[in-house]
């Protein structure tokens, strides 16, 4: 079954127990899954859900893409797809699409900064936004 806004809400409720801090930058976004906006449809304006993975080594190197669209580096993500059933199965998905490395060989799990002091924490959700080009003929490709 593909992600529903349940599925978001659901991942976002957990979240917010573990950081309640984070409430403010989700307020737009759970506003919306009340609205029942379909935020795991990549057609939904003004915000919708991707989904991404960052690959750390233990040397501390991440793994980043660049956006061949937008010519920005990033993590490895994308849009969600009908077939996706969870989050984590459509960040591994984005991850082996678009570097080819086979999702079974990723440990998931803490880094070392998930115990440090100074804010970094492991985390399945981030809050952030980009404005991306738009035009008619983006918007009919997406």
């Known amino acids: ?3 529903t806004d349940s599925d978001i809400a659901g991942v976002l409720a957990a979240y917010l127990e573990r950081f309640p801090q984070g409430a ?9 899954l009340t ?3 379909g935020l795991a449809c990549r057609r939904t304006f003004p915000m919708h859900v991707t989904a991404g993975a960052l690959l750390v080594r233990d040397g501390g190197e ?8 937008y010519g920005i580096t990033l993590q490895p993500g994308g849009h969600l797809e009908a077939a996706d059933t969870t989050l984590l199965g459509a960040a591994l998905r984005e991850l ?3 570097t080819g490395i086979d ?3 990723v440990v998931r ?3 070392r900064r998930s115990a440090c002091s100074n804010g ?3 985390a399945p959700v981030t809050s952030d936004s980009w404005m991306r080009p738009t035009s008619a003929a983006a918007v009919a490709k997406a």
């Open 1 to 3: 079954m593909a992600i």
């Open 24 to 32: 403010g930058q989700l307020t737009g976004p759970l506003r919306l």
């Open 35 to 37: 609205e029942g906006q």
């Open 62 to 69: 991440v793994l980043l893409v660049e956006h061949r669209a």
């Open 96 to 98: 082996s699409e678009e």
């Open 103 to 105: 999702p079974e060989l």
């Open 109 to 111: 799990g803490p880094t």
């Open 120 to 122: 970094y924490q492991a």
